[in-house]
């Protein structure tokens, strides 16, 4: 059997030159390709680790700059929020002053100040006048306490018509005519002349009839 096998593998024909050029290029080939995938794949993955490092600064810089996100934006934020206060306060404040310039503030009846701030402050002191004179009645009429009560119920009734200003500025006059008629009641003895056994009644009706009628005067 050694023979018989010999003797095939003379037979076999030798390879030829070409046909070995042949198996080498096959072989060089096949190592170029498998090269060539493998750069592919580095390059695949080479792509998708750069595309995920984009992503994430892109995240990083989208959280950054959103309010309440991080410590900057937060700050932004506030800082914000702070501007638009300070501007409605100064749109306030720019609003009442041309309201106080409209009713007249510069002498005529502006909110408290010029003229009306100044019939305020004497009706009530008359009002205090009274009350304290009201207090410190003791006995005497009937009828003076009542009197005293709706002197009080008038001038209240009065200090809360003075803190309006639209509705003083066009009776003008005539609320100057009632600080004269109540210039009694702002003296340092209005207890004395309110109680005067003589005069009492007379400065008693006089001031309640003025509260009671002084915007039915004629300007």
Not at 45 to 51: H, N
Request: hydrophobic content about 40%; glycine content about 10%.
């Amino acid at each position: 059997s050694s023979f018989v096998l010999d003797s095939r593998a003379a037979r076999l024909p030798a390879a030829t030159p070409r046909a070995n050029s042949q198996i080498m290029s096959a072989r060089d080939c096949g190592s170029r390709r498998s090269a060539l995938l493998a750069g592919a794949f580095v390059g695949t993955a080479a792509a998708a680790v750069g595309v995920a490092l984009l992503m994430r600064r892109r995240r990083q810089q989208t959280k950054a700059t959103t309010p309440g996100g991080s410590a900057d934006g937060a700050e932004i934020a506030a800082k914000v929020r702070r501007e638009a206060v300070q501007k409605e306060e100064a749109q306030e404040q720019a609003r009442r002053k041309a309201e106080e310039e409209a009713s007249g503030g510069g002498g005529g009846c502006g909110r408290s100040a010029g003229v009306l701030g100044e019939w305020q402050k004497r009706v009530h002191k008359a009002s205090t006048a009274v009350s304290e004179t009201l207090l410190a009645l003791r006995g005497g009429a009937p009828s003076v306490r009542l009197e005293l009560k709706e002197l009080s119920e008038a001038l209240a009734t009065a200090e809360s018509v003075l803190q309006d200003s639209h509705y003083c500025t066009p009776r003008q006059q005539q609320l100057q005519w009632l600080m004269e008629q109540i210039a009694p009641l702002l003296s340092a003895d209005a207890s004395s002349k309110l109680l005067h056994p003589l005069e009492g009644e007379s400065v008693r009706q006089g001031v309640l009839d003025a509260l009671n009628n002084w915007e039915d005067r004629e300007g």
